[in-house]
């Protein structure tokens, strides 16, 4: 089983954006308060501490044009990762941003995976 948070909406690109996504658009638009910042930045450091950047074993993971929708998705295995994330969820509540739980045991086709995340296309409709 797959684990993603993510909007409910897709962007202009037709993705949903996850939930790092998210978070860093608020400090984009400098609406997270000082102690949001501080968390996020933190918070951001020790991910990439504990969990591998799939963009620097795979330059191309995210490529458009060669994987068109690529998400990265959590393995349900890796709850240490996922506790994680209640407050990034509780942050964005609080600016009113929808962010939503998706679990699948098919999140398209994998072209990254290591011990707690895979990187999938999803599987083209039509």
């Not at 949903?16 to 918070?43: M, V, Y």
Request: glycine share 6%.
């Amino acid at each position: 089983m797959y684990v993603r948070y993510q909007s409910p909406t897709p962007n202009a690109r037709g993705v949903h954006p996850g939930i790092f996504g998210l978070i860093n658009g608020l400090a984009k638009d400098g609406r997270l308060s000082p102690e949001q910042e501080r968390f996020k930045t933190e918070s951001h450091a020790w991910f990439h501490a504990n969990l591998i950047d799939p963009s620097t074993v795979d330059p191309h993971v995210y490529d458009r044009d060669r994987n068109p929708g690529a998400t990265a998705w959590f393995k349900a295995s890796a709850s240490h990762l996922l506790e994680r994330l209640t407050s990034y969820l509780e942050i964005l509540a609080a600016h009113q941003v929808a962010c939503v739980r998706v679990e699948t045991s098919e999140p398209g086709e994998v072209i990254y995976e290591d011990l707690h995340q895979v990187i999938a296309v999803p599987y083209r409709t039509g």
